[in-house]
């Protein structure tokens, strides 16, 4: 979770004729499936898609999404400065996992690896927790990256493993034979 403290901004109250300096306010924040299927449902797009590009209210509209209990003054949300953007993007991109795969893409009939066959959207990430048998309650609320890691090393332990091709058996039996040369010299 992400504590996020946004701070007020100086505006004049014609009402009263003074300038007033609203109270910074601190949103608990969660990037989960929860909100990313919040914002698509609004937006109608994908919003893990680097390659369309986001307004600074689309940004902000996902804040709204990932806002775990309602703040005290919903104007919070106009006081939202690049600054708190760019916490929250930090805060999505951080993997939250030790956890590193080393698999090559498999490739489909067609040369395409399936990343780049469909867009990842929240009804995809809900379709790939229910063919490897992750509940959705309580994962979907997990920080998505976590859930994504856990998504990929549970197909990477379901499907068998991958046979090397000649060349690469060829490779590997040089090395293991330098290394048992140079083991022997000694």
């Not at 509209?61 to 600054?83: A, E, N, Q």
Request: glycine fraction near 2%; hydrophobic fraction near 35%.
């Amino acid at each position: 979770m992400l504590q996020l403290t946004v701070l007020g901004k100086e505006y004049w109250d014609s009402e009263k004729e003074i300038f007033s300096y609203p109270e910074a306010q601190t949103l608990q924040l969660e990037h989960s499936l929860i909100s990313l299927s919040k914002w698509e449902a609004k937006w109608h797009k994908a919003f893990l898609d680097d390659k369309t590009p986001k307004s600074f209210a689309e940004y902000v509209d996902y804040i709204r999404c990932m806002t775990i209990k309602p703040p005290k003054d919903p104007g919070v949300y106009d006081m939202i400065t690049m600054r708190e953007i760019q916490e929250v993007d930090d805060y999505c991109r951080d993997p939250m996992s030790a956890t590193v795969i080393n698999s090559q893409k498999k490739e489909t009939k067609k040369g395409k690896s399936p990343s780049k066959i469909k867009k990842l959207t929240s009804e995809v990430i809900y379709a790939e927790m229910a063919l490897v048998g992750i509940p959705f309650e309580p994962c979907e609320k997990w920080h998505l990256n976590r859930l994504l890691m856990t998504i990929r090393v549970a197909n990477e332990i379901q499907e068998p493993g991958q046979k090397m091709s000649p060349l690469e058996v060829a490779k590997m039996q040089r090395a293991q034979n330098a290394a048992y040369h140079a083991s022997r010299k000694h």
